[in-house]
């Protein structure tokens, strides 16, 4: 599915104005200084932030109009947000952690715990299958809630600031897990990062952003 964006989200002190498309299987990473409205795009495709203006379409679905005044509710949306801070249920294991998008959307347990289990697998976490997620580092937890966010097969993987709080160690860990499970070339994804290396290493294109806007190049 193509990502077709047009997202205005206005504050009183910062007006975020941009307008993004995304074809199935590529990566584009929005990177840029903090403030530039690269978090707010995204929360605002996965509807967790309402539109002043402009327009989602995911495919056939007209996700945003604000002109005619479609919203589709968040849990509606086939989109799979992964935050900067993992997000994990402290209080549930590795696996039942991964299995709870596919148990919300009505896969019954024993298949839903054999997916969780190949995820899990895939991102070398199986052997951390049955352990509490309060028990994980912090690489281990976000390959774990990347595992989980894949398993319920959205339509289109938004990625935000994905490696930021990984120490130097996981972060090769969790990039080859993005580069080899989530970039399937079936989906648009769209990773918002400050770091320029992520972005050169993941990314098929690369828009810079500055104070709610694509920046000016030279």
Do not use: Y
Not at 86 to 106: I, K, M, T, W
Not at 126 to 133: K, M, N, Q
Not at 169 to 192: K, M, N, T, Y
Not at 201 to 207: E, F, K, T, Y
């Amino acid at each position: 599915m193509r990502l077709d964006a047009r997202v205005v989200v206005r504050r009183p002190a910062f007006t975020l104005d941009l307008e993004l498309t995304v074809q199935p299987g590529e990566t584009v990473a929005l990177v840029g200084p903090n403030g530039a409205g690269k978090s707010t795009f995204l929360q605002a495709v996965a509807g967790l932030i309402g539109l002043d203006d402009g327009k989602v379409v995911l495919g056939p679905h007209v996700l945003d109009d604000v002109a005619d005044g479609v919203h589709v509710p968040t849990e509606l949306r086939r989109c799979g947000l992964v935050f900067q801070h993992h997000r994990v249920f402290p209080h549930l294991s590795a696996l039942e952690n991964v299995a709870f998008g596919l148990r919300a959307q009505g896969v019954p347990r024993p298949e839903a715990h054999e997916q969780a289990r190949q995820w899990l697998d895939r991102g070398g976490m199986l052997p951390h299958a049955g352990r509490s997620a309060a028990r994980l580092s912090g690489g281990q937890a976000q390959a774990v809630a990347l595992a989980r966010t894949l398993a319920a097969e959205p339509d289109v993987l938004l990625l935000d600031e994905p490696f930021a709080a990984l120490d130097e160690a996981a972060r090769p860990l969790l990039q080859e897990v993005v580069r080899r499970h989530a970039f399937d070339g079936e989906r648009p994804v769209v990773l918002v990062t400050h770091e320029p290396a992520d972005a050169r290493a993941l990314a098929d294109r690369v828009v810079p952003m500055v104070a709610g806007r694509v920046a000016a190049t030279t």
